[in-house]
T-cell receptor
Framework: KQEVTQIPAALSVPEGENLVLNCSFT??????LQWFRQDPGKGLTSLLLIQSSQREQTSGRLNASLDKSSGRSTLYIAASQPGDSATYLC??????????FGAGTRLTVKP | GAVVSQHPSWVICKSGTSVKIECRSLDFQATTMFWYRQFPKQSLMLMATSNEGSKATYEQGVEKDKFLINHASLTLSTLTVTSAHPEDSSFYIC??????????FGSGTRLTVV
């Protein structure tokens, strides 16, 4: 059974700091891994998708890495801004079925 | 990029009434759509998997007679909450999967049952 864990559950940083969010999964047989952002009461915004054959993806200040063998992914946010405050979720397709989500990391960037 | 439209974005209904939520893939065909539910400060939990032209597969603990799912075409799935009760108040999100096993999510529906 695929289980996805995210650490830390919550993170508060001052504006401008670089930060890393962690995601781990128990079954390394994944097609891909996605990082999402969710604002309070809102839907999901896809940030980055890493295919199983890739090791990282970059979009602006965001960089996501994937290490399938160790069952880990990280989301690196450079020069954080207050607008980055949100909950970040990682997810993997499970057994060609639904997505399995981590519980999320709630990020607060203080001005 | 792929877009999934989910309507309505929010709805308030009286106890005992039914509410229908639509999920449409606008620019791709989705043989599989998923319906998730999210309680405050919790992650998404899968409710059911919807395959075009066949009956939905429900997760354990989800009442199929209460949460009716119809996947009538490759671009449309609907979730109907029947005889809604206050405990059904939640945030419902759908997703549509393309051939590359990439899921695109709708913007969600906030249901409040009063």
């Amino acid at each position: 059974k695929q289980e996805v864990t995210q650490i830390p559950a919550a993170l508060s940083v001052p504006e401008g700091e670089n930060l890393v969010l962690n995601c781990s999964f128990t079954d390394s047989a994944i097609y891909n891994l996605q990082w999402f952002r969710q604002d309070p009461g809102k839907g999901l915004t896809s940030l980055l998708l890493i295919q199983s054959s890739q090791r990282e993806q970059t979009s602006g200040r965001l960089n996501a890495s994937l290490d399938k063998s160790s069952g880990r992914s990280t989301l690196y946010i450079a020069a954080s801004q207050p607008g980055d405050s949100a909950t970040y979720l990682c997810a993997v397709p499970y057994n060609n079925n639904d997505m399995r989500f981590g519980a999320g990391t709630r990020l607060t960037v203080k001005p | 990029g792929a877009v999934v439209s989910q309507h309505p974005s929010w709805v308030i209904c009286k106890s005992g009434t039914s509410v229908k939520i639509e999920c449409r893939s606008l620019d791709f065909q989705a043989t599989t759509m998923f319906w998730y539910r999210q309680f405050p400060k919790q992650s998404l939990m899968l409710m059911a998997t919807s395959n075009e032209g066949s009956k939905a597969t429900y997760e354990q603990g989800v009442e199929k007679d209460k949460f009716l799912i119809n996947h009538a075409s490759l671009t449309l799935s609907t979730l109907t909450v029947t005889s809604a009760h206050p405990e059904d108040s939640s945030f419902y999100i759908c997703s549509a999967r393309d051939r590359d096993i990439r899921d695109t999510f709708g913007s969600g529906t906030r249901l409040t049952v009063v």
